[in-house]
Structure formats: C-alpha cells, structure tokens
C-alpha cells in the first residue's frame, strides 16, 4: 500500500500534465468552433499549404536523421574502440553542450550564419562575395543535426560498447575481413542502437518550430510551424490539434517500428 | 618428429612498458594436445593470441608450417579459435553460426549444410540448427563455438580457457569430450589453461610458463613426478619443498637425514631443493622411519586423509594417506627413493622466473 502512494505525486503529475492535456488536443482536434464533431481539422493536411509543410518536415527530418547517422556511425565506433577509460571522458565533452540550452545554441547559430553575421564577416573580410546562409534549408538542416547528434551517438555508443571484442576477433579467425564484419557484425547488432538513434533524432526535428523559426526565418514552414501558428496567431486551437494530431499518427508509426526492433529495449537505455 | 607445425623463435612481447614475453621459443609438433599451463599474467594467453593472430610479437617469428606467419592477419591463418566466453553471434541461429566461416570462404550450400549436420553431431547437439543462442547453456554455447571453429578444418585449433566459465561436473565432461574430439579429428590443439588438473588430464604435452618465460615442458608425467623447479614442483599439485644437501649421487641429506634417492650429476655436498608430493610419504612407527615427527593437522578429504606432520626442526610435512594417524601421535616418514626429486636451488629470483630451461 504504501509504495502505492509513493507513485501518487507522479500518477497527479501524469494525470494533470498528459492525460488531460492529450484528451484536450483529441477533444478539439475532433469538434469544430461550435462543439461538433468534425474531421475537417485533420483532414486539413490535405490542403496544399499543410501537405507542403508536411512534407517538407518529412523531407528535412529524413535529411537530417540520415546526416546525424552518418556522422554519429563511425565517431560511436571510435567512441568505443577507445576503450571505457578515455572514451568516458570523450562521451563526457562530447554531451557536455546537451547541458546549455537548445535555443541559446540555436540563436548562436543565427548569429553566425546571419546576413551581416559572423561566417559573412570572415567572408567580407577575405574579399570574399557574401552568401545568404540564413533562412535556407540548408540552415535549418544544420540546426538539425548540430542539436540532435548526440541523440544519435550515445544509443549507438552505448549499443557498440557492450560487443565484446571476441566476437569481432571470432568473425576475422574464421576469415571475415574488416567490410564483411561491419556488415555481418558491427551493423547487425548495433540495429537496435541505430533505430533508436533514427527515432531521438527523427521525431524531435519533424515536430521542431524553433529551430525552423529561428535559422528559416518566416520563409520555411515545417508543420510544426503551422502547428504553432494556428494556435498562438490564427487562435484556432481546433486546427492546431487537429494537425497536431496527424503528427502523432507519424510518431506513433515510428514508435511502433522501434518496438518491432528494439525488443530488449537495449538501445533506449542511456 | 620431423619438423615442427608451429615455432615460435624469440618471442618477445611487452604492454606498456611491462615484459609480457621475453625471448620465449616453443615447437608444437602436428597432431598433439599441448596445454599452456601458469598463473594469471604468465604470458600464456598472450602467446595463444599471438599464434592466432589477434596480437603482433614485438620481436620473434611465428613458424607455421615451415613459412613465416608473423604479419599474417588473423583471417588469412590456417588456424581457428575458441575464445572464453565462447563469443557466438548472437545475432544469427545455431547453424548461421556454424556456417559463418564457410560462408565467408563461398563454399556451397549443400556442403556447408553437411557441414553443418556433421559439426552439431560431433559435438553431440544434433537438431540444433534453428536454436537461438541465448537459448543454450554455457557448455552447449562453448561445443556450439566449437563445432563453429573445427567445420573450417583448421590444422590447429587453439583454445583460450574454454572451459573456464562451466562448473565442475561440465568441466570434467568436456574434457573427456575435447580428447575425443582431438583424437577424432588429427587436429592439434593449443589449449590454454590455468587449472593443473585439465592440464594433466587432456595433454600430451604441458608447457609451464610462469613471468613470461617456460618453466619446463614435458608429458603430464613428467611434469608432475620430475619438476624442473620449485615453482612447477609448487603449481603442478601439491607438494613439499625443503632445502636440503645432495652429500653424493643417490644420497640426499634433509634436516640431518640421509635418504637415498635416484638422482645423479649434481655433486657432492651441494645445496639443493628437494620436492616430495604428500602422498609419495609413508607413515610409518617411529623407529622405521628415517625422520621422526607428532601429527598436528588432520583433515578428512573423501578419497585420503590430509595431515601435517611436524618435525623437530619446525617443518610441517603435508601427507595424503589413506592410513589415518591422529593428532599428537608420533610417527615415522619413510619416503621411497623414487618418490625423490631433486632440484637446482636457483641463484637468484631472475634464474627463478627463467627456470633452469636453457
């Protein structure tokens, strides 16, 4: 009975805080102005201003989860090589910037990419022509995964660090060379790292709104954005959770292929 | 014998400053079971993975068949191992793990499934194929890493302390399962170990190594009844060490008793170490025996009693009988000269660590 109570604060805390509010979102996301029902919130992704959005999340989302994979891959696999002693503390600087926060690290960014910015300055300084960095998708790619790498390293460090070298010294004894082990080896069983790796990365940048806010200026709409200014300018909250909640099916989609791979829950566990 | 499958010349080998392997030389001939025997940090386990391939000698040569090995990758070698915590991916089925190696080396389907077939009852778990990994206890996954090495049919199959992880009863098992195995399939073995008995039991030669240097390498019987030196007389079973003097060839004086021995060539009047294992000690009456002593420690083992028995001067002999002889009797020791062995006292602990191997 009373380690039953001890959850009580966090049963209130759910309650108030995410049950409530999640019902709230279904709740207008479903009914119009008026209080009826209707699914014409949701199905207003299909308008081509939503489903541009839309995509264009999917499409930046996908861009940035495959660069921070790429990037993330072989540092995680010198993490690990390292052994636990300096990699520790490499893993230490490493999330040392995850402790600062999000939106000062993105403003940073906007100060340096900006048109009279700090690059832009270097460039004018060696006579260089000015670039137009801001406001791109490029930049908001950038923000992406500059603050969604380590999301993507530590599961995949912490997926590579518990492969006992002898598997790797079995595989080259019965002939395997360096290729034939990361495909046969290292990558089959860093699966459940790298889903979970593809998920902390992939479903922060489809819902982001500040880094698009801030490094895409008011050019570049992500649904998040759509999502934030139907509630905030446009007041229509019915809208917004209607939207919101066609961003959920997505991260539910996405949930439910993590689950299907990562059965022992080894890759989430950091 | 002709020449030797594997030689290692001048091995030499050092971690961080610290000498691991000094200068060793080993011949293994085909087709034997050759353990290395010694305590944690003997260099044994180094020089297994040296021969494998997973270290590189700083100086020296690995001989593998009359050709030079040393730079030789491990997959590029015609040897496979097993390693102590089996190391199976775990990833893939039983068979998957058992076809790893052939697959690698594009062998076709219906061979590597008789491979497959062949290997699983060689190692007595016929219808394992579709079995996970996981689902396999310790000595199943270890004849599982097994069966995955021997299917390349390696000339050698080195075997890092495999039995290490398994209890008792399925240690014993395994031996007698490695021995069949060796004998089924013409392979040599290197196996590496710290337990003296495994040693004494599967080998046909034993290689103490101790410091990173041979102590002695023989049969398991004559590392057992002939120690070249106090250290293997002390790791290979039990036994008593005492300084005594060799007053000429076939007479050895211990704490003022003569007892005649075998032993020739070391002078006379020498100083030397004498090694007696305890159940090579007869207790005897008093006046029978050549050295007199009470009875100050009794133990009941199962198969002998364990007794010490103090003599005048203070030494405790440890004595494995059958006879019983309880606290406080006085009794004689009668030791027969066979069971004597003699040994050079070594000049310094240097020529201690090296052994009397030139």
């Keep these: 009975m009373s380690k039953k109570l001890l959850a009580g604060p966090y049963l209130v805390w759910m309650a108030g805080f995410i049950i409530i509010p999640l019902g709230l979102i279904i709740y207008y996301g479903l009914t119009d102005r008026d209080g009826l029902f209707t699914i014409a919130n949701v199905a207003s992704i299909a308008t081509p201003e939503h489903r541009k959005a839309l995509w264009l999340s999917l499409w930046l989302s996908l861009v940035s989860t495959a660069i921070c994979l790429a990037l993330a891959y072989p540092l995680a696999m010198i993490l690990r090589n390292r052994g636990v002693g300096r990699g520790s503390f490499i893993v230490f600087i490493f999330i040392l910037p995850m402790w600062m926060n999000f939106l000062l690290r993105t403003m940073a960014w906007q100060t340096l990419l900006e048109k009279n910015g700090v690059l832009n300055g270097i460039l004018s300084f060696l006579h260089l022509p000015n670039q137009s960095l801001i406001n791109t998708a490029g930049a908001i790619i950038l923000g992406m995964v500059y603050n969604f790498l380590p999301f993507m390293v530590l599961p995949i460090y912490n997926v590579l660090s518990k492969i006992d070298d002898d598997i790797i010294h079995a595989a080259r004894d019965l002939g395997a060379n360096s290729m034939q082990i990361l495909v046969q080896i290292w990558l089959p069983l860093s699966v459940p790292g790298i889903i979970s790796g593809i998920t902390m990365v992939f479903v922060p940048a489809l819902t982001t709104f500040v880094i698009s806010n801030l490094l895409g200026g008011s050019k570049i709409l992500l649904i998040g954005n759509v999502i934030e200014q139907e509630f905030t300018r446009a007041g229509n909250w019915h809208m917004g959770s209607g939207l919101s909640l066609v961003l959920m099916i997505f991260i539910l989609i996405s949930m439910a292929v993590i689950a299907k791979y990562d059965k022992n829950g080894e890759g989430s566990a950091f | ?358």
């Design chain 2, 1 to 358: 014998m002709n020449q030797p499958l594997i030689d290692l010349r001048n091995i030499t080998k050092s971690f961080d400053k610290t000498v691991v392997l000094d200068d060793l030389n080993l011949s293994v001939a085909e087709n034997t079971f050759v353990t290395l025997l010694g305590p944690s940090g003997c260099g044994k386990t180094t020089t297994l993975r040296i021969i494998g391939g997973f270290e590189t000698a700083d100086q020296g040569q690995v001989i593998f068949d009359g050709e030079d090995i040393s730079k030789l990758p491990p997959n590029k070698r015609q040897l496979n191992t097993v390693f102590q915590k089996y190391a199976l991916f775990t990833h893939m089925n039983i068979a998957e793990n058992i076809a790893f190696g052939l697959k690698i080396k594009g062998k076709s389907r219906t061979y590597i499934q008789d491979k497959i077939r062949y290997a699983l009852k060689l190692v007595n778990l016929d219808g394992y194929e579709n079995r996970s990994v996981s689902s396999l206890s310790g000595g199943q996954q270890q004849r599982i890493a097994i069966a995955r090495a021997i299917v390349n049919e390696p000339r050698v199959l080195l075997l890092d302390e495999p039995l290490g992880a398994l209890d008792l009863k399925l240690r014993q098992d395994m031996q007698y399962e490695l021995i069949r195995l060796k004998n089924e399939l013409g392979i040599t073995f290197i196996y590496v170990t710290h337990d003296q008995e495994e040693a004494l039991t599967m080998s046909d030669t034993i290689v103490v190594m101790n410091q990173g240097y041979i102590q002695q390498m023989g049969t398991p019987e004559q590392i057992y009844n002939e120690p070249e030196n106090a250290f293997v007389a002390d790791f290979i079973g039990e036994s008593n060490i005492v300084p005594g003097i060799m007053i000429r060839d076939e007479l050895v004086e211990i704490f003022g008793a003569r007892f005649a021995c075998v032993d020739k060539g070391f002078g006379t009047n020498r100083p030397v170490d004498v090694v007696i294992r305890p159940e090579d000690i007869d207790l005897v009456e008093p006046s029978a025996g050549t050295l007199t002593g009470v009875c100050t420690h009794l133990i009941f083992k199962g198969v002998h009693y364990e007794m010490e028995v103090t003599t005048p001067d203070g030494f405790e002999w440890l004595v494995h009988s059958t006879d019983l002889c309880p606290v406080g009797k006085e009794v004689g020791i009668h030791v027969d000269p066979f069971d004597i062995q003699i040994m050079n006292k070594p000049a310094s602990e240097d020529e201690e660590a090296v052994g009397v191997n030139e």
